[in-house]
């Protein structure tokens, strides 16, 4: 705290002083007349700062005045009301209940702290809740934040959140899953289908699943191509499934969906990885409009993490993409990334690989599976 004394000819004159050194923040303690060497009345209000900054303390400190140096020798005069001019009145009446003002605010504030601790939930004073454990469990299944917060939000407020809080989640989440998936995706003669996505998601892999489901269980046929030109032997690839599955195989760059070949079959198409650069994109995204598919897959592996795969994602949505196949599911139990990237994007998940290479089947999405996937509910060997 710093205290110091200002007098001047007028009480006005005074606190103009008081205010310039102390600012708005000073509070008055004592007025009193005074009389200097001359025989004339002046005033001298002396006040304090109680938090005064570095740069006040400094000035003030190095320009310390006392009431004898601003009025040339002083005295003290009886206090008169016809001598003195009349003071600020409610400039004083502030500074002289400041000392009560700031206790009440204080006790306020105390107050408050206490009403604001009570609502919150023992979750937000430190304490570990149920909820806790499920935000860990679908952060560790790579969910994003966004999806998170929403999830638990809304099951804090379900009717089983008190008793069952783990039932609250999965009730809400198979809802949401099953909004994102589009398990009974079906196709027929004529339907040409495209699958887009970076590289090594498995794009090749999944067009030979379903061109085997397609061959072997439906009993339609199913003509290949690729628009891949850029991977070395991308052609004899989409050949060899050609050969083994008994099907028919075209050029991409000669494509007439007028012919016998093309309208009697399911056309599965295959492309190259997808390009960072924007020309290329574009040029791709050509190719892929000249086509005209009637479904675009979009496939990613589950293996990667969900801010890289929604960054791509993202950048996928000039192709157009409606549907999203997920690969790689046998390697990890993350299943967030696909299901961030449904709910981001608004393509619905179709088809999930989780066996490797060309062995087993594309399966169909499970919305409660999946959900008890990201809960870690999922019953071993189920």
Request: hydrophobic letters at 40%; a negative charge.
């Amino acid at each position: 705290m710093i205290i110091k004394s200002f007098a001047a000819e007028t009480a006005a004159a005074a606190l103009k002083l008081v205010r310039r050194e102390m600012g708005g923040d000073a509070i008055v303690l004592k007025t009193r007349q005074v009389a200097d060497n001359r025989n004339g009345a002046r005033v001298e209000i002396t006040a304090c700062l109680e938090k005064a900054s570095a740069y006040q303390s400094s000035e003030l400190l190095s320009n310390r005045l006392d009431a004898e140096t601003l009025s040339g020798g002083t005295e003290t005069l009886p206090a008169s009301d016809t001598d003195a001019e009349p003071i600020n009145a409610a400039f004083i009446e502030r500074s002289r209940k400041a000392p009560d003002i700031y206790g009440r605010l204080d006790n306020m504030e105390r107050k408050l702290d206490r009403l604001i601790t009570a609502g919150q939930s023992a979750a937000q004073q430190g304490e570990p809740t149920v909820f806790d454990t499920i935000r860990d469990n679908l952060k560790d299944a790579d969910l994003s934040d966004d999806l998170i917060g929403s999830i638990i939000g809304t099951a804090a407020v379900h009717p089983s959140a008190a008793t069952d809080p783990q039932r609250a989640v999965h009730e809400l989440l198979v809802p949401r899953l099953a909004e994102l998936m589009e398990p009974g995706l079906v196709f027929v003669p004529g339907d040409r289908v495209i699958f887009v996505g970076p590289a090594g998601a498995g794009k090749s892999t999944v067009m030979g699943k379903v061109a085997a489901q397609l061959t072997v269980q439906a009993k339609m046929k199913v003509t290949l191509t690729t628009l891949d030109n850029c991977k070395m032997a991308a052609t004899d690839e989409v050949r060899r499934y050609a050969e083994v599955l008994n099907a028919s195989l075209v050029d991409a760059f000669e494509f007439d969906p007028d012919t016998k070949v093309i309208s009697e079959a399911v056309t599965l198409i295959d492309s190259p990885a997808l390009p960072a650069r924007q020309g290329s994109l574009d040029q791709l995204k050509e190719a892929i409009d000249a086509i005209n598919p009637t479904c675009r897959m979009a496939v990613f592996s589950s293996l990667m993490r969900t801010n890289d795969a929604l960054a791509i994602a993202e950048s996928m949505q000039t192709l157009m993409p409606t549907h999203l196949a997920v690969t790689m599911t046998d390697l990890t139990d993350r299943f967030g990334s696909a299901v961030s990237i449904a709910d981001a994007t608004g393509w619905k998940i179709a088809m999930i690989g989780d066996a490797p290479g060309g062995i087993g089947h594309i399966r169909q999405p499970d919305p409660d599976r999946t959900a008890r996937l990201l809960l870690k509910t999922e019953v071993s060997g189920d």
